[in-house]
């Protein structure tokens, strides 16, 4: 096997840790640690997918010769992995007052719908600028 389907294996192995992750963590009433490393374990895996490799969206962003609005999705792309770190920072902080703002059990849910967002956004997107250039494979 290539590297390339290494990398594509981790993103989709992440993926889904991050989602039953995020389901188990809204299930369960105590919120044990191991559901906050399943999480985390989820967004490295999907970190060396997105932007590590040949084809990863972090390179696809500077290809010059794709269009700017499939450049300025891939970067929406590695702009929503970023903010999934927010997201495993908010899972380990303990609930109180940090720089003025009270943060509770629950915050890191905010940044994971954003991301949820920009995921669904460009999911549907790319593939009907890349359809519409012909750049489909």
Known sequence: MTMN???TYCGYAGSLL???SAFLYVVIIRHPIWIAVMFTIGVLLLTLHRFVGPDSDLNRSNDKSKSLTLRRLYRQRVFGVCILYLCVLLLFIHPGFYFGYYIVNSMWFLPF????VVELYTAFRIPSVEKKEGNLK
Request: glycine share 0%; aromatic share 20%; charged share 10%.
């Open 5 to 7: 389907k290494y990398l």
């Open 113 to 116: 719908i954003i991301f949820t």
């Open 18 to 20: 991050i989602l039953a």
